[in-house]
């Protein structure tokens, strides 16, 4: 029962998260893609039932997986079953940081938390040298444990060799795209000038990087 409802919830956060990431991805042709288009899918993730579901399902999904790390541990031996508890815990945590930094963001700090508010601290030194590999594992850890889980799901349809390359496949997609978004949010491919009251959030004042 538990087993269903997580991969259930996992279901609406992975289809948040395509659609998240495929976001970010957007910010290779520029910061003014990315916000328009965060913008239009806010339309539909930022409609209160929406939202409520969605953060409801991140808890649960956070509780349930890390239940079931504990109930396991030490019984995980073969590379996609450890993989899958690794990537795991550390979406955990990520997500747990993650969300209560959108909220507080956007409710106590009252800023619209845009692309800006995550590039914010890729930009300040010595901010960058957390959230860089932060996000980096978050795109990473996300692309893995689908891998794990299609690794799983596929178990009999595919024989072995299909299945770990299918599973080895989609870790490196996710590696090779979250080098590519970070690279854009850290101004890799075109320059990106953080306003100042993100910066304030650091303790920077404008003009100043
Ligand atoms: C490069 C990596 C990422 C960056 C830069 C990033 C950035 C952001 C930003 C700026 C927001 C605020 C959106 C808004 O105000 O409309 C947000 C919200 C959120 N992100 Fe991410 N994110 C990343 C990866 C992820 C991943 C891998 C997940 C996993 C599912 C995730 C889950 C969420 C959730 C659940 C919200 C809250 C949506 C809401 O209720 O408004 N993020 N993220």
Not at 28 to 48: C, D, K, S
Not at 186 to 206: D, R
């Amino acid at each position: 029962m538990l087993h269903t409802l997580h991969r259930s919830s996992a279901v609406i956060i992975a289809l948040f998260a395509l659609f998240h990431i495929a976001n970010h991805g957007a910010a290779v042709a520029g910061v003014e893609a990315h916000i328009q288009l965060m913008e239009n899918l806010r339309r539909v993730y930022r409609l209160p039932l929406v939202e409520a579901l969605l953060v409801g399902c991140v808890l649960f999904q956070v509780c349930s997986g890390l239940y079931f790390v504990i109930r396991r541990f030490g019984e995980r031996h073969d590379f996609f079953d450890r993989l899958q508890a690794i990537s795991g815990c550390y979406l955990a945590f990520f997500l747990l940081v993650h969300v209560s930094a959108v909220l507080f963001g956007r409710g106590l700090l009252g800023l619209d938390t845009n692309f800006f508010y995550a590039a914010a601290g890729m930009h300040v030194f010595p901010y960058s040298l957390f959230f860089l590999p932060y996000y980096f594992l978050a795109v990473a850890a996300i692309f893995a444990h689908l891998a794990c889980a299609a690794h799983w799901l596929l178990r009999n349809r595919l024989d072995t060799a299909v299945r770990d390359r299918v599973g080895y496949g989609m870790c490196v997609a996710g590696l090779v795209l979250s080098a590519v978004i970070i690279t854009a949010f850290a101004g890799g491919f075109a320059e990106v000038k953080i306003p100042g009251e993100y910066l304030a959030t650091y303790g920077q004042a404008e003009g100043t990087l």
